[in-house]
């Protein structure tokens, strides 16, 4: 898990979908009611919050040049199913897609990446290289390069980890 702050803007969302699955725990807060509760998730619509979680966690293991973890269905594919419209502002003109009023997480969700996409920060919506989290973050280094979620906690176990097979 990481100390690092929210993705910006609606991306949080996302990051904090991602992340209600803690790989090395083995928790997941959609087990929770209040868990399913803070992202509108009915148990009805559990496998296919569950399922699109997993989608958005391969792409951000993508961002970060990292194989995905497992197979999932493609994200294009779901964010298809999600109705969304131009909202516009009618003091300044300004247009964005925003979800239909009401719209399941799958339209939040794909509002949200419209939204990373048109601000230019999608690309830095990450997931942690580290095979026991995989936790999303939000790359704020310079250069865009980040690959673990912390490198006080999973950056140090990788570098560890090369520095004993080295055989030092």
């Avoid at 949080?12 to 992340?19: C, D, I």
């Avoid at 996409?117 to 310079?142: F, I, N, V």
Wanted: hydrophobic share 40%.
């Amino acid at each position: 898990m990481s100390e690092r702050s929210a993705a910006p803007g609606a991306l949080a969302l996302v990051e904090s979908l991602v992340n209600t699955l803690d790989i090395e725990a083995g928790t997941d807060t959609l087990d929770t009611e209040a868990g399913r509760e803070r992202f509108g998730i009915t148990e009805d619509g559990l496998e296919e919050a569950r399922e699109l979680r997993e989608s958005l966690r391969a792409v951000l293991l993508a961002h970060a040049g990292h194989p995905a973890h497992r197979a999932v269905t493609p994200l294009g594919e779901l964010l298809s199913r999600a109705p969304l419209y131009v909202a516009v502002d009618e003091r300044d003109g300004s247009a964005a897609l925003a979800p239909a009023p009401g719209g399941p997480l799958l339209c939040r969700v794909a509002a949200a990446v419209a939204e990373g996409l048109t601000e230019g920060t999608w690309m830095r919506l990450k997931a942690c290289e580290a095979e026991t989290c995989h936790w999303a973050y939000y790359d704020r280094s310079p250069a865009g390069r980040g690959r673990w979620c912390s490198m006080q906690v999973c950056g140090a176990r990788a570098k560890m980890r090369r520095y004993r097979a080295k055989g030092a």
